[in-house]
């Protein structure tokens, strides 16, 4: 998470940076927290506060209220997704940041490889690691930027994040490390495809029309014939590029090949018909 590293930058680890998810029953833990770390000058990450809205309004309010001289290196970071119930004098009293995707593949892309780095690439030994690596940063930019075309693109507007993408190269990581432990000659693209497909993105999925175009891009993007030596595999091709992985595997090879994409996708990319942006220019104009 980027405030992770910003405490990390700033030299807020351990004790001094601390971070609590809210749900039901974390009302008494949140107070406690909030409490020691106003005094003692840590940095305090609250996440999902729109499912604690209750106790915003009842306590972090009045708290915040309240406190009149709190340590100077005191910071409360909150977190929340969209919510009407929000209290308004918390959002007068803070600087509020939004993040959104970037729009198109090419941004949307950059954005999720350069939080990575070599010794992310290079931390799994398996030859099928980092064009994997590759694959899943296209797919997770193809399911955020596909929302652009409305109901074409998805009957349901989902929020996919970083937090996806992240656990999926953990994932990744794992298994192919298991398998080059094993000598297995097989990669497991089932089980991969299921965890990152039906589990990871499809656990936010609730529309089995979504949920099977969500499949089907994995299905089209992760298997053997990544590797075809005879024939080499396009993620998608249009009249302006075709998406392929990179020849260059490493960083700078992955951001060269980023470099390349245009800055403008067709929907072709998609998967969908021309006609598709018609929407999608309407609405933005």
């Not at 000058?41 to 972090?60: A, I």
């Not at 004098?89 to 990575?116: C, F, W």
């Not at 349901?156 to 937090?163: E, H, I, K, L, Q």
Request: with cysteine.
């Amino acid at each position: 998470m980027d405030v992770t590293k910003l405490a990390d930058s700033m030299g807020f680890t351990g004790n001094k940076f601390r971070y609590i998810s809210l749900g039901q029953g974390m009302e008494s833990e949140a107070d406690l927290y909030l409490d020691s770390s106003s005094t003692r000058g840590h940095w305090l990450l609250l996440m999902n506060c729109h499912l604690l809205t209750d106790w915003l309004k009842s306590s972090l309010e009045k708290k915040l209220d309240l406190m009149t001289k709190p340590n100077k290196e005191f910071r409360l970071w909150l977190t929340t997704q969209p919510t009407d119930l929000f209290p308004l004098g918390i959002l007068q009293k803070s600087l509020k940041i939004v993040t959104e995707p970037p729009d198109g593949l090419k941004a949307n892309m950059k954005g999720t490889i350069s939080k990575l780095s070599d010794e992310d690439l290079n931390s799994c030994p398996h030859e099928a690691f980092k064009p994997l690596v590759f694959t899943v940063a296209f797919f997770h930019a193809i399911v955020q930027d596909r929302r652009k075309y409305g109901k074409i693109g998805w009957n349901v507007t989902y929020d996919f994040n970083d937090s996806d993408f992240r656990i999926s190269f953990s994932l990744l990581n794992m298994y192919l490390k298991k398998a080059r432990i094993n000598k297995d000659e097989v990669i497991p693209w089932n089980s991969l495809k299921y965890l990152i497909g039906e589990a990871m993105y499809g656990g936010r999925v609730t529309d089995d029309y979504d949920r099977r175009v969500l499949v089907t891009y994995l299905d089209e993007y992760m298997g053997d014939f990544l590797f075809d030596k005879n024939r080499e595999f396009f993620y998608a091709k249009s009249d302006e590029y075709n998406y392929g992985v990179p020849k260059q595997l490493n960083l700078e090879g992955f951001l060269n090949t980023l470099n390349e994409l245009p800055i403008i996708n067709s929907p072709v990319v998609f998967g969908l018909h021309p006609n598709a942006e018609i929407t999608y220019f309407a609405n933005a104009a």
